[in-house]
């Protein structure tokens, strides 16, 4: 199929400590990945991206990871702060299209 | 620069009404693509265009939906008539040609249909 779902629909963590979300993926196919991030009425922001014959990347406190035998994305975000809380979409590139998960609430306690 | 332009950012309209939501992608990109997203269907990709060509449309929900890109600098969403379910917010996003270029959205339209 065509389906990108994420493991959790919220996840919750506190100020400082560092934050896992996680996506499944379905199309073996699928050469490249990308994580966005929106917060409250605003469209998707990019984040992160990693084309398939990587496995790992880094950014700016942010590191995507792919593990293609599993068909497993998952965005680490390092000491996370109030400003990351949003939700974050993971999304695979299958034929010329991306085609987006549900999401994942970040919420993050004070 | 400026990003992905998108007008208006909310409109209210009754039910049978003509909706129009306008695009203007960033300078530059000649893909674009237009999304709706609801909290029951998340992010629904309804159409992208590549060189204002319409590539595939598979994602427009029915005949009432249309899209045209008359330039690489703009484009618009029709809704003809308009129904409560049309409801949602709808994105506008561009990128350079290739599938493995990031797209960049707009702020996106809030429509909502009584």
């Known amino acids: 199929g065509e389906s990108v779902g994420l493991h959790l629909p919220t996840l919750s963590v506190q100020e400082g400590d560092n934050s896992i979300i996680n996506c499944a993926y379905s199309n073996s196919a699928s050469d490249y990945f990308i994580w966005y991030k929106q917060e409250s009425g605003k469209g998707p922001q990019f984040i992160i991206d990693i084309r398939s014959n990587m496995d790992k990347r880094q950014g700016q406190r942010v590191t995507v990871l792919l593990n293609k035998t599993v068909k497993h994305l998952s965005l680490q975000i390092a000491a996370t702060q109030p400003g990351d809380s949003a939700v974050y979409f993971c999304?695979?590139?299958?034929?010329?299209?991306?085609?987006f998960g549900q999401g994942t609430t970040l919420q993050v306690k004070p | 620069d400026a990003g992905v332009i998108q007008s208006p950012r909310h409109e209210v309209t009754e039910m049978g009404q003509e909706v129009t939501l306008r695009c203007k992608p960033i300078?530059?990109?000649?893909?674009l693509f237009w999304y709706r997203q609801t909290m029951m269907r998340g992010l629904e990709l309804l159409i992208y265009?590549?060189?204002?060509?319409?590539?595939?449309d598979s994602g427009m929900p029915e005949d009432r939906f249309s899209a045209k890109m008359p330039n690489a600098s703009f484009s618009t969403l029709k809704i003809q008539p308009s129904e409560p379910r049309d409801s949602a917010v709808y994105f506008c996003a561009s990128t350079q040609a290739g599938s493995q270029e990031t797209q960049y959205f707009g702020p996106g339209t809030r429509l909502l249909v009584l």
């Open positions: 999304a695979e590139t299958y034929t010329g299209k991306l085609i």
């Open positions: 300078s530059g990109h000649n893909s």
């Open positions: 265009f590549n060189n204002n060509v319409p590539i595939d």
